[in-house]
């Protein structure tokens, strides 16, 4: 299944308890993911294996729900656990979420048809495809698009949820900051401030291939390994010889990551390669790859450089009289009026938008990685001087941004802080959410029935 499903949706077992700080985004995705196959054997009969406050859990429901997490392990070439264990925190994971679903539509929290509508773009948008080709491989690859949608919908209600409940139990001092980087420098380090620009090339190895047919596709890796180290175009060979999804638009650039949301067969691989180098070959479940470190940098150390960007923006705050939905129209046409040159970005900014860079035509400034919300952040790095992206939703509203400006610059030591700061507010979340989310399951009446097959 050639799709970048969003996070959310295929977690690694480790991950079963989702952060706060987990954002709806796509997957970082390295390669071609294959089609979710049902667990072999005839399908039971559907049963009740758990009820959280009166609405059941079916044992389908667990078994779908142990397809994406197997998919996505397969994907990141990270161990299998026994399936018994894997039903057993798959189940668990899936009671969580019914708490905090009900949680969510008893404070009135919604997600309507335009927001699942826009995370269906995004997702379709990543992949280089429409929503109905998007849609079409779903089917075929026996996904229903409802229950897709119904997918999207929960996980925004979660997301809402979470930032609601979560914001007041994330604030961080300057003593946290001073802490953090104390730490830092007597442990090496952190995967989150190692930023990485990965490309990669798959060469993609059937889930039945025979050890005579995997030997020629090794064969292929290994002399576009060679050709790569020998200073052929990188982003030539992916457009031409990769597999994975998308790479003859992207030239198998993944974009800029921290280590910690890159997976850790190719973190390992790339620890000790330098900047322009190319890894040693690579094998997961999707076959091989041939990856090249295109910028590797560690956040928070002096002298660092970046990329920066300058933005404005034009922020919407729905309201009892202006719903997500329509902000989110009303935006798409301020998009249209400024492309046919009807109207001035600026002034409509200053005229409409509800923040404070209002009054300077919603320029945001120079800003380095970090200092955003992520979808925010994602939507702006998505963009060459100039454009305007579609309207998205952040934890503060509505946005139509627009990229002004992007230039490489060393970060000052208040914009290193800055960032270390973001981090540090990140993990205060993962904190936080884990507590809280012990506390909604402990107010949960949940029975458990027969064990999940």
Not at 95 to 101: D, G, Y
């Amino acid at each position: 299944m050639n799709i970048r499903l969003l996070a959310v949706l295929g977690l690694s077992c480790a991950t079963l308890a989702l952060p706060a700080a987990a954002q709806l985004r796509a997957t970082p995705q390295f390669g071609a993911s294959r089609p979710a196959q049902a667990p072999s054997g005839p399908r039971p009969a559907d049963f009740i294996v758990a009820v959280v406050n009166s609405e059941p859990i079916t044992n389908n429901e667990v078994r779908s729900r142990m397809v994406r997490y197997e998919q996505q392990l397969a994907q990141q070439g990270s161990p299998m656990p026994p399936r018994p264990q894997l039903a057993r925190e798959v189940l668990d994971r899936l009671i969580t979420e019914k708490a905090q679903l009900q949680l969510a539509r008893d404070a009135g929290i919604r997600a309507d048809d335009a927001l699942v509508d826009q995370a269906e773009l995004t997702i379709a948008r990543q992949n280089g495809i429409e929503v109905p080709e998007l849609r079409r491989r779903l089917t075929a690859d026996g996904v229903d698009v409802t229950n897709f949608r119904n997918d999207l919908r929960n996980q925004i209600l979660l997301q809402r949820l979470r930032d609601r409940e979560l914001e007041q139990r994330a604030k961080v001092t300057e003593l946290d900051v001073d802490n953090f980087l104390r730490e830092q420098q007597q442990n090496g380090g952190d995967p989150a401030l190692t930023e990485l620009n990965l490309a990669h090339i798959l060469v993609a190895v059937p889930e039945t291939a025979t050890e005579a047919q995997v030997a020629p596709l090794q064969a292929k890796a290994q002399q576009l390994l060679q050709r790569a180290r020998a200073g052929e175009d990188f982003a030539k060979l992916a457009r031409e010889n990769s597999d994975a999804a998308g790479a003859a638009q992207t030239g198998g650039v993944v974009g800029t990551r921290t280590a910690d949301r890159l997976p850790p067969l190719f973190v390992d691989a790339v620890r000790d390669v330098p900047q322009g180098g190319v890894a040693n070959i690579v094998r997961s479940a999707a076959g091989f790859h041939v990856v090249k470190v295109l910028e590797k940098r560690q956040l928070g150390a002096a002298g660092v450089t970046v990329t920066q960007n300058r933005a404005r923006h034009i922020l919407l705050r729905p309201t009892a009289q202006l719903s997500e939905a329509q902000a989110l129209q009303r935006l798409a046409d301020f998009k249209k009026r400024v492309q046919g040159g009807q109207a001035d970005f600026a002034q409509l900014a200053k005229d409409n938008s509800q923040d404070a860079s209002a009054r300077n035509g919603g320029d945001l400034g120079w800003a380095s990685p970090g200092m955003f919300v992520p979808e925010f952040e994602e939507a702006l790095n998505s963009l060459a001087p100039g454009q305007i992206a579609d309207p998205i939703v952040s934890r503060f509203g509505v946005h139509l941004i627009q990229l002004m400006e992007r230039r490489q610059s060393t970060m000052s030591p208040r914009e290193q802080r800055e960032v270390v700061r973001n981090l540090v507010r990140e993990r205060k979340l993962d904190e936080a959410y884990v507590q809280w989310a012990q506390e909604v399951r402990g107010r949960a009446y949940v029975e458990l029935r027969e064990p999940p097959q």
